[in-house]
Structures are given as C-alpha cells and as structure tokens.
C-alpha cells in the first residue's frame, strides 16, 4: 500500500444513492482472490451493454471521464454484501478517493484497508460538488489529506473528518501486516517467554 501524498484527481459524478457492492463488482466476477484485475469488470452490468458493447450512456464511458481518480457517488454508497472486491475494482480501475453523504459501513473498513479514502461530506455539499463536475469538463479535485481539504479547480473547498488512526494508516502506507511489524520485538519476546506454554504457572 502506497502512502497517501496529496494528488490532483479528475473527478466523476455518479448521481445515484444506495450504490451496492453487487452493483460496483457483480457476483460472477468474484472467482479470484489476487487483488489485482478487478478493475474491468467495475460497475459491469451498467457499463456495458448485453452485447458486450460499452454503453454509450453510462458516465464511466464518457470521454470526459478517462483517466478518472475520484468519485463523487450518492449515500450509502457500498451497501449490501461485505465482498472486498467492491474497493479492489474501484482501486484496480484508477479510484483514490470515494466521496459520498454515507458509505455502508463494511464497505468503509475494506476499503481504508486497501488504501482507498472514502471522504463523507454533507448532502448539500456533494449535490453541489456533483453539480460543479457535470458543468465542467476536466473538472479536477485536489485531495490533502494530511490537511483533510478537498480543494476544486475552480476555487471550491471543503474541509473533512477522519478518524486518526485509519489517517496515520492511510499517511504511512500502512496495512495490517504493517502495523503487526510494528511489534516484531515485542511479539518475539512474548514467544520466546512461552516457548511451553503448556508449562505455565498459573497465578
């Protein structure tokens, strides 16, 4: 997992609420476990049409929106099944940053553990943040998250909260296995002091 520096992103309005993970990754598509290559198949059955053609009508196949790193979506965005392949195709496919009212609460935590920020912002401020990108193509997004700002390339701003550790994670780069490493003294001395366990006294 990369450190989180500050980045300018072109940003993408998906005006739509409850945006389940069913609907980011289908269920036909989750038939590996390796991180990587899941970004083809995001939001599958509305980017492309039976035929296997791209829909022409769905946003992700706009011109405007090649090259795409932030996503502006509705609340609740993420609900539904706890499949980590939600946050895997979103990042496979180019995401950084989700910003939505609300994300479903499993969602949230697979994705901060593969290093996808998820910034919640009040309804009014995303409405008006989704209006800004529709009127304006190329319309990008600086993210600071060290300074927790989103700042727009046309002088918009907005200020958000997260909670301290899943930021220090997200600073460092940091995963799971990372933060364990982190102890590697002290969980070498707590085996070696119970190297037999089954001889222990108890107090």
């Known amino acids: 997992m990369e450190p989180f520096t500050p980045r300018t992103l072109l940003a993408a309005a998906y005006d739509r609420p409850n945006v389940d993970t069913d609907l980011i990754i289908p269920k036909q598509f989750l038939i590996k476990i390796d991180r990587h290559g899941f970004g083809r198949h995001l939001f599958h059955n509305e980017r492309f049409l039976p035929n296997g053609e791209a829909n022409p009508d769905f946003f992700l196949n706009f011109p405007r929106y090649q090259g795409v790193g932030l996503l502006v979506g509705g609340k609740n965005f993420g ?79 907005s200020h958000f909260e997260i909670d301290p550790f899943h930021k220090e994670r997200l600073l460092a780069g940091g995963d799971e296995i990372a933060l364990t490493l982190l102890a590697e003294d002290k969980i070498a001395a707590y085996e070696k002091a119970h190297a037999r366990p089954w001889e222990a006294v108890l107090p």
């Not at 990008?140 to 918009?156: C, I, R």
Request: glycine share 8%; with cysteine.
């Open 79 to 157: 609900c539904g099944s706890s499949r980590e392949h939600a946050p895997w195709a979103l990042e496979d496919y180019g995401f950084s940053v989700v910003v939505a009212p609300s994300f479903g609460d499993i969602f949230r935590n697979n994705s901060l553990k593969v290093g996808l920020l998820l910034v919640e912002l009040q309804q009014v401020e995303v409405a008006d943040l989704m209006a800004r990108i529709e009127k304006t193509p190329g319309y990008t997004v600086t993210v600071d998250l060290a300074a927790q700002t989103l700042k727009g390339s046309d002088g918009w701003s």
